[in-house]
C-alpha cells in the first residue's frame, strides 16, 4: 500500500505476544477521520475498534485491552485528558494523543498525565501507523536476570519494572519507567535528547525531540526530584541527562 509522494509501507508483525493480532483502539468523535485511521490501520495487519465519545473510549479500554490508544484530545462529553487520566487508572497501555490544537501547553498535559506520545493534526495516516509501530517494537517484557539498581533512596527493579523511593512505591507510566531504565543502566553517562528517543523509541522514530523533557520532567515530579537539587535525574546543561545519587 502507498502514498501519495510516499514509498511502499512494510508490512506489521501482526502477531502480539498472546498469540493475537496487535490490538488499536482509536477514540475520535469525527467519524471521517476515525474511519480513515480505523481502514488504514486494518489494512496494516492491525485489530482496530473504534470509540466515538470519551466514556465508551474508557469503558472499551477497559474491556478489550488494547495494545495501543489513539486518543483524540477533544471529545464530546469527558475529553482526551481526562479518557487519559482515567485508563491510567488501569491500565499501562500505550497512548498516542492527537491533538488538532497548535498550544504547546496541551500537549504538555497530554503527556502529564499518561499519554506516550501526540501527533497534531492534520497528520498522514502513514505517519500515525509509524508511530503506533515504534511504539509496539519497544521491549514488552523485562530482563528477568537484571539486579535492582539503587540510588540514594531511590530503588530500581528492572524484573519487576517497579519504582521505590524511600521504601513508598512510585507509579510510573511505561515510557517514564523506560527512560529511568534507562538512564539508570549507564549511571555514569551523559545521554542526549536523541540518545534517549533512539533508546526508548527506536532509531528510526522521527517527531519532536522536546517530548523527552516532558516525560522526564513528570518522572522527576512523581520521584520527588526538587528542581534546586535534583538528585536522581540530573541535567547536564547543553547535554542531556544523567542519574545521580548511585551507591
Given at each position: 500500500?502507498?502514498?501519495?509522494?510516499?514509498?511502499?509501507?512494510?508490512?506489521?508483525?501482526?502477531?502480539?505476544?498472546?498469540?493475537?493480532?496487535?490490538?488499536?483502539?482509536?477514540?475520535?468523535?469525527?467519524?471521517?477521520?476515525?474511519?480513515?485511521i480505523?481502514?488504514?490501520?486494518?489494512?496494516?495487519?492491525?485489530?482496530?475498534?473504534?470509540?466515538?465519545?470519551?466514556?465508551?473510549?474508557v469503558?472499551?479500554?477497559?474491556?478489550?485491552?488494547?495494545?495501543?490508544i489513539?486518543?483524540?484530545?477533544?471529545?464530546?462529553?469527558?475529553?482526551?485528558?481526562?479518557?487519559?487520566?482515567?485508563?491510567?487508572?488501569?491500565?499501562?497501555?500505550?497512548?498516542?494523543?492527537?491533538?488538532?490544537?497548535?498550544?504547546?501547553?496541551?500537549?504538555?498535559?497530554?503527556?502529564?498525565?499518561?499519554?506516550?506520545?501526540?501527533?497534531?493534526?492534520p497528520?498522514?495516516?502513514?505517519?500515525?501507523?509509524?508511530?503506533?509501530?515504534?511504539?509496539?517494537?519497544?521491549?514488552?517484557?523485562?530482563?528477568?536476570?537484571?539486579?535492582?539498581?539503587?540510588?540514594?533512596?531511590?530503588?530500581?527493579?528492572?524484573?519487576?519494572?517497579?519504582?521505590?523511593?524511600?521504601?513508598?512505591?512510585i507509579?510510573?507510566?511505561?515510557?517514564?519507567?523506560?527512560?529511568?531504565?534507562?538512564?539508570?543502566?549507564?549511571?555514569?553517562?551523559?545521554?542526549?535528547?536523541?540518545?534517549?528517543?533512539?533508546?526508548?523509541?527506536?532509531?528510526?522514530?522521527?517527531?519532536?525531540?522536546?517530548?523527552?523533557?516532558?516525560?522526564?520532567?513528570?518522572?522527576?515530579?512523581?520521584?520527588?526530584?526538587?528542581?534546586?537539587?535534583?538528585?536522581?535525574?540530573?541535567t547536564?546543561?547543553?547535554?542531556?541527562?544523567?542519574?545521580?545519587?548511585?551507591?
Amino acid at each position: 500500500m502507498t502514498l501519495p509522494g510516499s514509498g511502499p509501507v512494510a508490512p506489521v508483525d501482526a502477531r502480539a505476544p498472546a498469540g493475537r493480532r496487535w490490538r488499536v483502539l482509536v477514540v475520535e468523535d469525527d467519524e471521517p477521520i476515525a474511519l480513515l485511521i480505523s481502514d488504514y490501520l486494518g489494512a496494516e495487519g492491525f485489530d482496530v475498534d473504534v470509540a466515538p465519545n470519551g466514556e465508551l473510549g474508557v469503558a472499551r479500554a477497559q474491556a478489550w485491552e488494547p495494545d495501543v490508544i489513539v486518543l483524540d484530545l477533544m471529545l464530546p462529553g469527558i475529553d482526551g485528558i481526562e479518557v487519559c487520566r482515567q485508563v491510567r487508572g488501569f491500565s499501562d497501555t500505550y497512548i498516542i494523543m492527537l491533538t488538532a490544537r497548535a498550544s504547546e501547553l496541551d500537549r504538555v498535559i497530554g503527556l502529564s498525565v499518561g499519554a506516550d506520545d501526540y501527533l497534531a493534526k492534520p497528520f498522514s495516516p502513514r505517519e500515525l501507523t509509524a508511530r503506533v509501530r515504534a511504539m509496539l517494537r519497544r521491549p514488552r517484557s523485562p530482563d528477568t536476570g537484571a539486579p535492582s539498581r539503587v540510588f540514594g533512596d531511590l530503588v530500581i527493579d528492572v524484573a519487576g519494572r517497579e519504582v521505590s523511593v524511600a521504601g513508598e512505591r512510585i507509579e510510573l507510566t511505561r515510557t517514564e519507567f523506560d527512560i529511568l531504565d534507562t538512564l539508570s543502566s549507564r549511571p555514569r553517562a551523559v545521554l542526549a535528547r536523541r540518545a534517549l528517543l533512539e533508546a526508548v523509541w527506536g532509531e528510526d522514530w522521527f517527531g519532536d525531540d522536546h517530548v523527552i523533557d516532558v516525560h522526564v520532567g513528570n518522572l522527576r515530579r512523581k520521584l520527588g526530584d526538587h528542581p534546586a537539587e535534583y538528585r536522581y535525574v540530573r541535567t547536564v546543561r547543553g547535554v542531556g541527562y544523567r542519574m545521580g545519587g548511585a551507591r
